[in-house]
């Protein structure tokens, strides 16, 4: 299995509060994901990286900001928690970009319920 | 905008029987396509890899392909086994950040 923690691995929050997923890898993998998956509309992506400090949006970002600081940290923050962002968190990790692709992990999720 | 639909949503068969899920794609100008097996409360694994030059990967029992032109994946699971029954996803790259569109995945079950 690749080397990804996801923490807290579940959460109950109110609504309005902020919050920090953190996602940690031990594969120095370049790129890293942040996703959420939601009954009815499967995985879509939130944030990505692609480097330290360098970082930009996917389909669903409103509401949520991140930050690379070291190449094996990736934090997703909801800065106010709504009940729509009440969702399972995965994160991913891919080696490098390319024409060809390459493997993506994932890790093992975040519960997250705002209430 | 990429879709990707899988159909069928949900699938049982019985053990033994070889079994074909599908994945469809609405922009051909794909980099790569993956399959991915999801466990209730877990994490996806990928299972396999096509390439856009390539037509089909195999792995152990697992075949996929992949036709660009007509938009499909299939993924060919033989001799289907109780240890199978998951959720199967697949989902397509469309650029080259490696930024994946998945579908809303086939929830195989496959009785003893």
């Known amino acids: 299995d690749a080397g990804i923690t996801q923490s807290p691995r579940h959460k109950v929050t109110e609504t309005g509060t902020p919050v920090t997923l953190r996602c940690h890898q031990t594969?120095?993998?370049?790129?890293m994901y942040w996703y959420r998956q939601d009954p009815g509309h499967g995985l879509r992506l939130i944030h990505y990286?692609?480097?330290?400090?360098?970082?930009d949006k996917g389909e669903v970002s409103d509401g949520y900001s991140v930050s690379r600081s070291k190449t094996e940290d990736f934090l997703l923050t909801l800065e106010s928690a709504t009940s729509s962002q009440t969702s399972v968190y995965f994160c991913?990790?891919?080696?490098?970009?390319?024409?060809?692709?390459?493997?993506?992990?994932f890790g093992e999720g975040s519960w997250l319920t705002v209430v | 905008k990429q879709e990707v639909t899988q159909i069928p949503a949900a699938l049982s068969v019985p053990e033994g029987e070889n079994l074909v899920l599908n994945c469809s794609f609405t922009?051909?100008?794909?980099?790569?396509l993956q399959w991915f097996r999801q466990d209730p409360g877990k994490g996806l694994t990928s299972l396999l890899l096509i390439q856009s030059s390539q037509r089909e990967q195999t792995s152990g029992r697992l075949n996929a392909s992949l036709d660009k032109s007509s938009g499909r994946s299939t993924l060919y699971i033989a001799a289907s086994q109780p240890g199978d029954s998951a959720t199967y996803l697949c989902a397509a790259s469309t650029n080259a950040g490696n930024m994946l569109t998945f579908g809303g995945g086939t929830r195989l079950m496959v009785k003893p």
């Open positions: 594969e120095n993998h370049r790129y």
């Open positions: 991913a990790i891919s080696e490098n970009r390319g024409l060809a692709g390459n493997t993506i992990y």
């Open positions: 990286s692609y480097g330290v400090k360098d970082t």
């Open positions: 922009d051909s100008a794909i980099y790569n």
